[in-house]
Nanobody, 117 residues
Framework: QVQLVESGGGLVQTGGSLRLSCAAS????????MGWYRQAPGKQRELVAI???????NYADSVKGRFTISRDNAKNTVYLQMNSLKPEDTAVYYC???????????WGQGTQVTVSP
């Protein structure tokens, strides 16, 4: 089974930056959407950003202008550049890939992002 391995999380102060990476252990075919979700303690998982066909992107209103999603097809990797971080961004961030064939969804293991006041 394909694995999504995340890295880049950590502890930063308000206003700092982090770049998350999500690398697939092998090539995934028929990818429709790649994205990032996050989940804070006691809250539901929410969509942060997605990148789709033609490299079109969409962002949650709360991160627009601060976060940028991108991909490197040669490295089978998707990134999330996070700038101007706020304490409200503190959460576990999960990489997600959606495909046209079974199993349709792949998830990373999650990486912790903590932003101190």
């Amino acid at each position: 089974q394909v694995q999504l391995v995340e890295s880049g999380g950590g502890l930063v102060q308000t206003g700092g930056s982090l770049r998350l990476s999500c690398a697939a252990s092998e090539v995934i075919g028929s990818i429709n959407v790649m994205g990032w979700y996050r989940q804070a303690p006691g809250k539901q998982r929410e969509l942060v950003a997605i990148i789709i066909r033609g490299d079109s992107t969409n962002y949650a209103d709360s991160v627009k202008g601060r976060f940028t999603i991108s991909r490197d097809n040669a490295k089978n990797t998707v990134y999330l550049q996070m700038n101007s971080l706020k304490p409200e961004d503190t959460a576990v961030y999960y990489c997600n890939v959606k495909t046209s064939h079974y199993p349709y969804d792949y998830w990373g293991q999650g990486t912790q992002v903590t932003v101190s006041p």
